[in-house]
Each structure stands twice: as structure tokens, then as C-alpha cells.
């Protein structure tokens, strides 16, 4: 694949930045410095970063890793200051300096030739209401501005002679609705106009970077608080937070993460708007820059016929739907010694391919005949499908479509959640009675008929039941996660369990595991005390001899039901 392949192309725009390749990284160490001090640093960071990035952050070992196994091309300069220094050691550089050309696409009434420089000053937070960091933030990236704790302002307007901007503490914003009210009147429209984040304030580092130089909205609401509050209107947080969704257009990227997850998705997937779980993700502006010539996974092994005495078990691991999993705990699970020893599948998002390709590049260069990357869940992006508007639908497969065929993923993984788990309510989203299976018939055939042009050859669906089903969907398997395996002891009873309710032979079931709980090396033991009836192979092959199995059954009494 040549480096032109697609952008994110949605709806007619791209909804994030264009940064042009690094010449040069300074990189920063700021790990052991202050809080305020990460805070300033990370959001000159993104102020920096603009349009071509000169800045890599270290705030963890991971990003040590990427450093040296992804961009040690490019010409780089460790700075020596750490702790406390590494904020004077940026000002020295960049105090002075004037900004990159702004590359985004983005609603601003500050965006004019007069307002080109970079870190033109100081945007206090109020350190007794810690959600106005991320109004802080939103207003850093409009306004080219370090996010800085009182008392450090006055350090840097003595030493920088850097100005004040906005000082957050005057509106006297007692409750974050407030705070993110006041934002989404005066801010909103002035952001990015297809991102959204939803961001914890407490988190200094991750994707904060890139929300100031995309100047995308910040905000951190719980869809779970119905109660309405008498200062903002009568509003309530869940109102807000769904008012602040709705007034994005379809097609649009909510970017970070939720507080609840499941309401969270359900109001991203009734406005057409995909999921990009990013809040831990780090350095995304150089990640974005770099373009690798080729990212495709080597095409899967000729399926093998199955023995009628055999079971058949592949292992898919969850969370790929995740960036910051992609970039941190999935590199884990990578180094793990367990890996290629045993056929696993690897959810795994897409769209890491325009957005971050170097990191798709990596695991496609680096996997074993043993590792099948699945597309996540549930396509370009995360969603809930029979939340998604019908007529919106059809888009978003075709990107995902062509996202999926450009890394020659051919295994789908795909969630859906009931009406309960998106109330918001206490304790409803851990309600799984129906295991996040995607039982709507309408998006079934949807899917397959969108999808099978561009190369689906299955579907795994749900974060896990006990008794897996399976379905012939258009040609195409679909067929129910067996879950969810968060322990060797609870994979082994699970799978034993579901095989004592399959009594015919072959037998095929699909595992779906934990990722932040289990490792390669852990389903090694798994198949070891399984012992020799069953087999492991990849889940794009068992879907495969399901499928084979099916078509011989279907032949034989006419029917697209069989037991798995």
C-alpha cells in the first residue's frame, strides 16, 4: 500500500488535522514533575505540535518503546531537564517562537493572521473545581494558551512575560455543569466542528495534547445524573452532555472517553457519531504525521477441514476497538512470551490506519502466522448499530468497508446494547443479560451485505454469552461470543460447561477474553488443561468451518440454524 491510502474521510470532510511530517523531536521527559507542571507542558504541547510536530512527550515507558522501535528515523534531541525544569526548558525553546500555520479545519473567530503565534499566554484553572482543566483546555486551543495553576501564572508572567488570557477563577463555577454550560455557550461553536472529547480532568497527559491542537471541546458529564439543577436552567448533566453531542453533525468523532460507558455509546450512536476510546493515548499529533509505506496483515491460512471427534476453540481478545489499549496494554500482551504459540485473534480498530498508522504498522509487521487481527467493535469506530440511524448506516459500513479491506481484515467483532445498559442508571450497564449480542436482524443483513464486497468472511458478536448461538447470515457466519473469560479457572469452566450442551461433533466455539486480565501465556494453560479434544485455530478459521459445516447441514434439511 503506497502512503497515499485513505484519510478519514466522513460525510464529506475529514474531521481531524493534517500534520506534516516531523524534521526534528525534541523529546521531553515528564514523568516525576508536578501535576501543574505536566498540565503547562502537555497543552504548550498541543500548541506546538500544530501542523507539523516537534514535540514527543514521555510520560510513561511505553512511549520509550514506540520512541525506539517506530521513530528512532527520525532526528531527535533528548532534553536533559526533568521534574520541574522540563517546563522552563520548553519556554526557553518555544516561548518566543511563532506558531506553525494552523492545518485544521476549525470554527474560529480568533483564527486571523494576527493571532499566528504560538503560547501568546496563561489560562488559569481553578484548582477547587478541577472540570475547569478542561475548559481550560477547549480554550487553550483556541486561544494559544498554557493551562497553568495560579501560582505557577505568576512564575511565568515574572519569567516569560507571558500574559494572562482568562483567568477561570472569576465566574466562581461551583458545580462542572456550570462550568461545562458556560463552555458549551461561549466555546462550542468556536471548536472543531466533527470532534468531540470526553476527558477526565484529573488527566494531565494522554490525548490532552491533541485536543489542543485539533482545538477540540472538551467536557467530562455523567449521563447517569437526571437531576435537573436550578443555576444552568433546570438542565441536568445527562441533558447537557446530550445536548453538547447533538449539535455535531453525522459522522462527526467523539474522541477520550465517558463516564459511563454504555449510555455514552447510545447517545454517540443515536447522533452518527463513532466512539475512539483515546484518553490515554499519547503523542496522537506525531502519531498522526507518520506514514508508513505498507500496514496489511499477510492473508490468513487455507481453512482445515474438521475432524468429527474434535472442538474446536479460537480465542479473541477484546478491547481492540480501544487506541490507548493499541498503544499500551495490547504492546503487553504483544511482548508476551505466550504469543505465536497458539492461535489468537486480536480485536483491533481500523482506523488506526489513517489515524495512527506507524502503530497499525507495527503489529502488522510484527504478527505471527498465530495472530489474526479482528476488526473491533463495531467497525470504524465504536457504536452501537441498532442505535445507529438507518439512514446514516450504509456510510459508515462503506468506510469501514474500505478500511478493513486496505489491512486485509476479513473477521468482524460486533456489539449492540439493550435500551437498559444505555440508561445511565447505577449499576444498569453491568447488567449484560444478552451479552451485547447484536440480535437485530435488519443490521445482521446490513452488515453482511455492505461488508462482504470488501472481503468479510465472518462475524464474532457480543462480549460474551453462555450459550453461544450461531446463524448463516447472506452466505456469511455470525456466531455468538462465548464470555467472558476473565481468569484460566473461568475459561476453562466456561468452555467445558458450553461443551456439556454441545454434544455433537465437531463443535466450534469462539472465546471471548478479557484483555486487561488475560495474557497469551495464560491461554497456553487454558489449552493445556483442556487437554487434546480440543483444538485451537484462529478465529477467521473456525468461522471458516463453521461456515463449511453450515452450508453441508443446510444442504442436507434446509435449514440456516445449526448448533454450534
Known amino acids: 500500500m503506497s502512503n497515499d491510502h485513505p484519510s478519514l474521510q466522513w460525510f464529506g470532510g475529514n474531521p481531524f488535522p493534517t500534520f506534516q511530517p516531523p524534521q526534528h523531536l525534541d523529546i521531553y521527559d ?6 501543574e507542571v505536566q498540565l503547562a507542558v502537555i497543552t504548550a504541547t498541543g500548541i506546538i505540535n500544530r501542523e507539523q510536530p516537534h514535540i514527543y512527550l514521555v510520560t510513561g515507558n511505553d512511549d520509550l518503546f514506540w520512541l525506539d522501535h517506530v521513530f528512532h528515523a527520525i532526528p531527535q534531541n533528548r532534553v536533559a531537564q526533568t521534574g520541574e525544569a522540563v517546563l522552563f526548558a520548553l519556554l526557553d525553546a518555544y516561548a518566543n517562537k511563532r506558531a506553525p500555520r494552523r492545518a485544521c479545519q476549525c470554527r474560529s473567530l480568533h483564527d486571523t493572521d494576527a493571532n499566528k503565534g504560538a503560547l501568546r499566554g496563561l489560562i488559569i484553572y481553578d484548582p477547587n473545581l478541577p472540570d475547569t482543566i ?14 497553568v495553576a495560579p501560582e505557577l501564572a505568576q512564575t511565568l508572567q515574572e519569567k516569560y512575560q507571558l500574559p494572562l488570557i482568562e483567568d477561570l477563577r472569576v465566574y466562581g463555577w461551583r458545580t462542572r455543569l456550570q462550568a461545562y454550560h458556560w463552555a458549551a455557550q461561549h466555546l462550542l461553536s468556536s471548536a472543531a466542528p466533527r470532534l468531540l472529547a470526553g476527558l477526565n480532568p484529573q488527566l494531565m497527559a494522554g490525548v490532552r495534547s491533541f485536543l489542543v491542537a485539533s482545538r ?47 449510555s455514552g455509546v447510545y447517545f454517540t ?32 491460512p487455507a481453512p482445515v477441514t474438521a475432524e468429527p471427534g474434535k472442538r474446536y476453540i479460537s480465542f479473541t481478545m477484546s478491547e481492540g476497538d ?21 492461535p489468537i485473534g486480536w480485536t483491533f480498530s481500523p482506523v488506526t490506519l489513517p489515524l495512527a498508522p506507524a502503530l497499525a504498522a507495527y503489529y502488522t509487521s510484527t504478527a505471527t502466522a498465530n495472530d489474526e487481527l479482528v476488526v473491533g467493535p463495531s ?63 435488519a443490521c445482521q443483513h446490513a452488515y453482511v451485505q455492505a461488508l462482504a464486497p470488501y472481503g468479510l468472511h465472518g462475524i464474532v458478536s457480543g462480549s460474551g454469552v453462555l450459550v453461544p448461538r450461531s446463524k448463516y447470515v447472506d452466505g456469511v457466519p455470525l456466531y455468538d461470543n462465548l464470555g467472558l473469560a476473565s481468569s484460566v479457572q473461568v475459561a476453562v469452566a466456561m468452555i467445558k460447561g458450553a461443551s456439556l450442551l454441545h454434544t455433537r461433533r465437531p463443535s466450534f466455539m469462539n472465546v471471548y477474553v478479557l484483555a486487561w486480565n488475560m495474557t497469551p501465556s495464560d491461554l497456553l494453560q487454558v489449552m493445556e488443561q483442556l487437554g487434546d479434544e ?31
Open 30 to 35: 515528564v514523568r516525576g514533575a508536578p501535576f
Open 134 to 147: 478542561n475548559v481550560a483546555t477547549t480554550l487553550a486551543g483556541q486561544r494559544d494558551g498554557l493551562v
Open 216 to 262: 477540540t471541546f472538551v467536557y467530562w458529564l455523567d449521563s447517569g445524573d437526571y437531576l435537573p439543577n436550578f443555576s444552568v436552567g433546570l438542565l441536568s448533566e445527562r441533558a447537557l452532555m446530550q445536548q453538547i453531542i447533538r449539535s455535531f453533525p453525522p459522522g462527526s468523532v467523539h474522541l477520550g472517553w465517558f463516564i459511563d460507558e454504555s
Open 269 to 300: 450512536s443515536r447522533s452518527a457519531m463513532i466512539v475512539l476510546a483515546s484518553d490515554f493515548f499519547t503523542n496522537l499529533e506525531v502519531w498522526s504525521a507518520i506514514r508508513p509505506e505498507t500496514v496489511q496483515m499477510a492473508p490468513l
Open 322 to 342: 480501544n487506541l490507548q489499549y493499541l498503544q499500551h496494554r495490547m504492546l503487553r500482551l504483544w511482548n508476551d512470551a505466550g504469543r505465536g504459540r497458539l
Open 379 to 441: 467497525g470504524a469506530g465504536y457504536i452501537y448499530p441498532s442505535h445507529w440511524p438507518a439512514d446514516q448506516l450504509p456510510t459508515y459500513l462503506q468506510h469501514t468497508g474500505q478500511l478493513m479491506q486496505n489491512m486485509n481484515m476479513t473477521t468482524f467483532e460486533v456489539m449492540d446494547a439493550s435500551p437498559w445498559q444505555s440508561s445511565g442508571l447505577p449499576l444498569a450497564s453491568y447488567i449484560n443479560l444478552d451479552g451485547m449480542v447484536l440480535n437485530d436482524e
Open 534 to 564: 480440543y483444538e485451537a485455530v484462529l478465529p477467521g478459521t473456525l468461522l471458516a468451518m463453521l461456515a463449511h459445516e453450515q452450508n453441508r447441514e443446510r444442504e442436507s434439511d434446509g435449514s440456516s440454524e445449526s448448533e454450534a
